[in-house]
């Protein structure tokens, strides 16, 4: 899933300590070393790119070493060039330096984290706990057996060792090398094979290869808005003797955004109409405006979800009171010149922060300022306007008499009816309770009952022994609705006719 792999890696770069300026084209680096190779053998080759034109790049290792369910050694072996970022060997692994970092255990896949620092001046560090420069891991996994003789490699391994080529760059930064298409170890100790390298790219795209360094560049400035994603393919040609193979595979290059863009209006409607009428429950959502950003907002670190703030302008306590701005946002994409893009919707809604009295009566327009706090240009406010409309309530039943039906012979809790004023099942926020009056004659066979969340009441029978009274044929029970905050009421009839015969039961001589 694009936007999960997107969303992962602006975790993993915020996890990290991040300081502005140089940067790692990689989020992490891959190889192989064998055991016993000699001092001096080339591993890997490590790029830097630049925030800016005049940084110089410096590269530095820790001096330890971290090992998986182990913890951290001292590094005797590796080296990185300060000026040119080649990772080396500077002392030969051997199997007892091997046992030794691993204490003896035998491990499936044994592997050692180094950890490489950039700066644009030399480095003083002396422990690998700073927080100031940027950072990236190298993983290197070993494979415990000598290197193995150059004329029983398979000349297209000697092209790729690590088949996962991607890479990220930041827009709106100055171009530079960011990979170079060498196995530095292999072909360093089998130069009897010649390898050869080429990169195949549609055409106008702003990479080129240098066949004479194997190393591949960013030739301009790019813009994530305008395209997100590139793919080129490496092929590479390893010939020995008559022999020839050739092996491709993908690099993969991600534009990494920075903010940009200002945020903008789709169709530039930046009013909506928020009427408060039957639901007036706290928590309701009256109108929803929506801006949009061409640039993406990450959803880890949760710190990266406030760069968009919503804040309502008034000076008047009661709206402050009453409304509140909620602001969600979600991943879309655009389509500048048929390239699919990432960009944000962020939605703001205006939502009821208390019940609203059904008494409550007013119009207003409210507003709410938008604010992009990332975005440094001059446009990164935006006002957005709901016009508010708060409408009362009438508490009134529609007819001012009911009536039911009701067969002499029911049981008790049998279900009568039920009693509910004007527009009661739309109303949220809306208490309502119902209660019967004392009734036209003194036949006291109904009562009303209401759960917590009904907007009804119901009417059952309360004493079946009432309706078998040949004196009870008709009730009429005066019913009163009040509504529980402002105590408005309404008042109504209810008509409840028996019918049928009342079953005689014998008594079995019973006396």
């Not at 009897?192 to 240098?210: C, H, M, Q, T, W």
């Not at 440094?376 to 406010?381: A, E, T, V």
Request: aromatic share 12%; hydrophobic share 35%.
């Amino acid at each position: 899933n694009g936007a999960t792999c997107n969303n992962f890696l602006s975790f993993l770069f915020a996890s990290f300590p991040v300081a502005f300026g140089l940067y790692f084209p990689r989020v992490e680096y891959d190889e192989t070393i064998y055991l016993d190779e000699p001092e001096g053998t080339p591993l890997l080759q490590i790029h830097a790119l630049k925030d800016s034109e005049e940084e110089e790049v410096y590269f530095w290792l820790c001096p330890l070493v971290r090992i998986p369910q182990v913890g951290l050694k001292d590094n005797l072996w590796f080296q990185i060039g300060e000026k040119t970022g080649l990772l080396f060997l500077n002392k030969s692994l051997e199997r007892e330096d091997v046992d030794q970092l691993f204490a003896g255990k035998w491990v499936p896949m044994p592997k050692l984290m180094l950890q490489v620092y950039l700066s644009s001046e030399p480095f003083q560090l002396k422990e690998c706990l700073d927080t100031k420069h940027n950072k990236v891991w190298v993983q290197l996994s070993i494979i415990s057996a000598p290197l193995p003789a150059c004329s029983s490699l398979m000349p297209s391994q000697l092209c790729f060792v690590n088949m996962d080529f991607s890479f990220h760059i930041k827009e709106n930064k100055p171009p530079g090398t960011f990979h170079q298409l060498q196995s530095h170890s292999l072909q360093y100790l089998c130069q009897n094979v010649s390898v050869s390298y080429k990169v195949i790219a549609d055409e106008g795209l702003p990479f080129r290869y240098d066949e004479d360094t194997m190393s591949i560049s960013v030739t301009q400035i790019l813009d994530r808005e305008e395209r997100e994603k590139y793919e080129l393919i490496a092929k590479c040609t390893a010939r020995e003797g008559s022999r020839e193979t050739t092996k491709e595979v993908p690099l993969l290059i991600s534009v990494l955004d920075e903010d940009d863009t200002p945020p903008f209006l789709p169709n530039g409607t930046s009013t909506a109409d928020a009427v408060v009428e039957f639901s007036r429950k706290e928590g309701t959502v009256l109108a929803t405006l929506t801006v949009y950003d061409a640039d993406t907002t990450s959803v880890y670190p949760i710190e990266s979800r406030k760069k968009y703030t919503g804040t309502i302008s008034t000076s008047d306590p009661w709206i402050k009171e009453k409304f509140r701005v909620e602001h969600d946002f979600h991943e879309i994409k655009f389509s500048p010149n048929g390239s699919q893009v990432r960009g944000t919707r962020h939605e703001y809604k205006l939502v009821l922060n208390k019940n609203m009295s059904v008494t409550e009566s007013r119009s207003f327009q409210l507003d709410v300022v938008v604010n992009d706090t990332e975005y440094k240009g001059p446009d990164k406010s935006l006002l957005l306007h709901f016009n508010v409309s708060i409408l009362p309530i009438n508490i009134q039943f529609s007819n001012m008499t009911y009536q039911f039906r009701i067969n002499r012979n029911a049981a008790n809790f049998s279900q009568i009816g039920k009693i509910c004023i004007d527009n009661c099942m739309r109303f949220y926020g809306v208490n309502i309770t119902y209660s019967l009056q004392p009734p036209n004659v003194s036949c006291y066979a109904m009562k009303i009952t209401q759960r917590h969340e009904d907007k009804y009441g119901s009417l059952y029978v309360n004493d079946s022994a009432v309706l078998r009274r040949p004196d009870c044929k008709e009730i009429q029970y005066p019913v009163l609705a009040k509504e529980e905050w402002s105590s408005k009421e309404a008042r109504a009839y209810i008509m409840v006719v028996l019918s049928g015969a009342c079953k005689l039961f014998p008594n079995f001589g019973l006396s």
